[in-house]
């Protein structure tokens, strides 16, 4: 996992928390180190191999998709269509955020989860 943790950290987060929320880039660090290195291998594999598109129009659950503007794994772009799709879901992009939501803005996901779940 040494070997990726570096690439996917940088390649996960925003430019915000590479400079201003090293807490969240050491726990990102951490939550990674802590994968086992074959099991990610082959979660990675099954991902990259993957060619379908999602069908996500059949689903009736109230749905909430959470994405940073700088998310380049589910980026805003991707993210809408799949709200246009999902009936009555919404969508909240958190400005200045990659990949790691919760880690690299816990106030704005509590902020969008918060209010969904009333």
């Given at each position: 996992?040494?070997?990726v943790?570096d690439a ?7 430019a915000?928390?590479?400079?201003d929320?090293l807490?969240?880039l ?10 086992d290195p ?5 979660g990675?594999?099954a991902l990259a ?7 996500v129009?059949h ?9 940073g503007?700088?998310?380049?794994v589910s980026?805003?772009?991707?993210c809408?269509?799949?709200t246009?799709?999902?009936?009555g879901s ?7 955020v990659g990949h790691?939501?919760?880690?690299e ?5 509590s ?5 969904f779940?009333?």
């Open positions: 996992m040494s070997a943790v996917v950290v940088t390649a996960g987060t925003s915000k928390s590479k400079t929320n807490v969240a050491a726990a990102i660090r951490m939550s990674l180190l802590g994968q074959e099991g990610y291998a082959k990675c594999t191999g993957a060619s379908d598109s999602l069908v129009s689903v009736k659950a109230r749905t909430l998709i959470i994405t503007d700088e998310d380049k980026p805003p772009q991707i809408e269509k799949y246009e799709e999902i009936k919404k969508l909240v992009v958190l400005p200045q790691w939501h919760v880690m803005d816990l106030n704005g996901v902020s969008a989860v918060g209010p779940l009333q």
